[in-house]
């Protein structure tokens, strides 16, 4: 799948008691696109005949742009038809984790891999697969425990590399995106120091996860998630400067993802764009990549009503249309009846674009009316 298109649980507790309380997708052009910086401004497509605000999908509008529109893949008859008219691109969202695909030393479980990548080709779908390597402090389950047992670095790397190889054995060419590492940073944007593979590997296992992604996978685009960028300068700036190191180091990093989880208050948008503007300036494009904008903050606080929801999310996808090289926006699921937000912070946080029961909503709206706008 990586060459078919031509569109162009965070680990938050510990670190919220500190802060309150395009790529075509082409093999050939993998490797290029971390140092290759596009200066010409963006353009917008004419608007396709027919496609208004009230009967548009919004794939189609984002194309406009050269946009991937994209969601985390659920499944069932309805929402599966919702996902293949609305979206462009999907997500895994726990099916290649560790903990599911590979629970045991010696035993994996392709049953959800398999389904997800299956949809993709069925639908033409650009595909993300997450996580390689994610170990939520707050979200220890994501790592199965025989994996936080190894701890000889030399067996490590050998674990890693088997479970990688493992999984492109049966899947190479089928993945567009590979999220190689999740959520690296501390509040502050150094390195996480509570993370089994910096415990054991050290400082230099952020890199060591790409040059061995760059081996084992070299047809997909690569890509480096973290999270809270919009809330926090200190991890937006470390994270520029980690993607800035590895790049001189001659580490390929294909890409960086801003999850957008909207959930601490208000965002602040220009430290959004400006992170945006700093990683594409070293010749990264950037994609969002969880986007959701809940009711209901974390602890229950900074509720909000529909209105200012639907802004937020006018102002999310006006930030990254503002960026030439922003070249994605993906929603963390579409439908608040299956948002990951009911068992992180509650009932009633709504934080998607249709309700429970598959109907849009003000924020479908307004998301919608931004792409069809286009590029400034």
Known sequence: MGARRSLCVPALALLLAGVAGCSSGSDGDAAASSTTTTTAA???????????????????????SDLIIGTALKFGAEREALEVREFSGVTSEREFLWADVHP????????????????????????????????????????????REVTDPDELRAVLRAHLTALHDRYAGKIDRWNVVNEPLAAGGTLEPDNHFFEVLGPGWVAEAFRMATEIWPEAQLVLNENLTEYLAGRSEGLVALVEQLLAEGVRVDRVGLQSHLFLGEPDFDLARRTMEQLTALGVPVDVTELDVPLIGVGGGNRIDVETQAERGRQMVETCLAVPRCESITFWGFDDGSTWLTDFIGPGTDPLPWDADLRPKPLHRAVLEALLAGRP
Not at 46 to 60: F, I, K, N, S, T
């Open 104 to 147: 045991e030393p010696d035993r994996y479980d392709f049953t959800g891999t398999d389904r997800v990548v299956a949809f993709a080709e069925e639908h033409d779908k650009d595909l993300t697969v997450t996580h390689f390597l994610w170990d939520p402090p707050a979200l220890p389950s994501v790592l199965p425990d025989w994996v």
């Open 42 to 64: 963006a353009t917008t497509a004419p608007l396709p005949e027919g496609c208004d605000p009230d009967a548009c999908p919004l794939q189609v509008a984002g194309a406009r």
